[in-house]
């Protein structure tokens, strides 16, 4: 069973953006680095941005501030904030640990960027 559901992604236009939520099952989001992950097509999963347990953060290099990663302890959430959304943002996003848990794949999130 996946750990990990993602949900928050839909239809926006260039430049749009929204938020992503990962709800955690098992594991506290808090005691692991949390990584959000995108894929396109069945190409390989890319990271897309990391929050570390001292909520420290790392963004992949196409993110250039567009993208925010936070959690909520409480809730055992993680979120992706997407701003200034691309047509090449297109793709499905998951959320996972850092390194990624093979078993706890979610079914992830689309995310269309698309006028």
């Known amino acids: 069973q996946a750990q990990f559901v993602e949900s928050g992604g839909g239809l926006v236009q260039p430049g749009g953006s929204l938020r992503l939520t990962c709800a955690a099952s098992?594991?506290?989001?808090?005691?692991?680095?949390m990584r959000w992950y995108r894929q396109f097509g069945f190409d390989q999963r890319e990271w897309v941005a990391t929050?570390?347990?001292?909520?420290?953060?790392d963004y992949a290099d196409f993110v250039k501030g567009r993208f925010s990663i936070f959690r909520d302890d409480g809730k055992n959430l993680v979120y992706l904030r997407l701003t200034n959304l691309l047509p090449g943002d297109t793709a499905v996003y998951y959320c996972?640990?850092?390194?990624?848990?093979?078993?706890?794949w979610g079914q992830g999130t689309q995310v269309t960027v698309s006028s």
């Open positions: 996972n640990t850092f390194p990624p848990s093979p078993t706890s």
């Open positions: 929050i570390f347990p001292d909520e420290s953060r």
């Open positions: 098992r594991s506290p989001v808090s005691t692991n680095a």
